[in-house]
């Protein structure tokens, strides 16, 4: 069936550093990939998304890149803030019926430390 | 986008009770969505509502236990009944962007600790 493979976490970097988060997925046909956050204590955000092959989300200094050859969507950010403290998800869309249902990896919780 | 807010935002419960949780949205969905997230872990799908019919449940997860109502196309409620320390989780309703939209928004949870 459809799923999303995620990057096993925890992720501990330093200020300023580059991060990479790796997702690759599984599906009949042609999703559409987001990426969502969580910060500490709060509900689900949506960070980038695209809908179609070679697309590329960005938001706030992240990025991904639809990989339809390599079924990837990884996250990047050239330079990561404190601020950017959360866990990261990555998810697929599919049809279920009349639904458009999300798939969601399992996500990987990113420390930045100043 | 959507403004979703849940209630209650927090709550603990003795083993055995039910909890049901609240969804308001600030327009007309067709779609509710309810996702349970336990300690750690990534979010699964419980059921899809859909206001004027039953909800369809996922794999491993009962109507007895998680019923679900839709009465309009702003509200939703999830009870989780009998409890036990094992529905400790954080619950989520979402609803999708659009119609034909993929991207779902998200409330802020419901974060349920079962004593």
């Given at each position: 069936g ?10 501990t ?30 509900g ?22 639809y ?6 969507f990884?996250?990047?950010k050239?330079?990561?803030q404190?601020?950017?403290?959360a ?25 930045v430390?100043? | ?18 909890l ?55 509200f ?14 954080i619950y ?24």
């Amino acid at each position: 069936g459809d799923s999303v493979t995620q990057m096993e976490g925890p992720v501990t970097l330093s200020e300023e550093a580059f991060l990479t988060i790796n997702c690759t997925y599984t599906a009949t046909g042609y999703p559409s990939l987001f990426w969502y956050v969580q910060y500490p204590g709060e509900g689900l955000q949506l960070l980038l998304k695209a809908t179609k092959a070679d697309d590329k989300g960005s938001n706030k200094g992240f990025e991904a890149t639809y990989r339809k050859e390599t079924t990837s969507f990884h996250l990047e950010k050239g330079s990561v803030q404190v601020s950017d403290s959360a866990v990261y998800f990555c998810a697929l869309g599919l049809s279920s019926g009349s639904a458009r249902q999300l798939t969601f990896g399992s996500g990987t919780q990113l420390t930045v430390l100043p | 986008s959507a403004v979703i807010s849940q209630k209650p935002s927090r709550d603990i419960c003795q083993r055995g009770t039910s909890l049901t949780i609240q969804c308001q949205v600030d327009s007309q969905v067709t779609m509710m969505f309810w996702y349970r997230q336990q300690p750690g872990q990534s979010l699964t799908l419980i059921a899809t509502a859909n206001q004027g019919s039953e909800a369809t449940y996922e794999s491993g997860f009962v109507i007895d236990k998680f019923p679900i109502s839709r009465p309009n196309l702003t509200f939703s409620t999830l009870t989780v009944s009998n409890m036990s320390p094992e529905d400790s989780s954080i619950y989520l309703c979402s609803v999708n962007r659009g119609q034909n939209s993929y991207e779902q928004y998200f409330g802020p949870g419901t974060r349920l600790t079962v004593t």
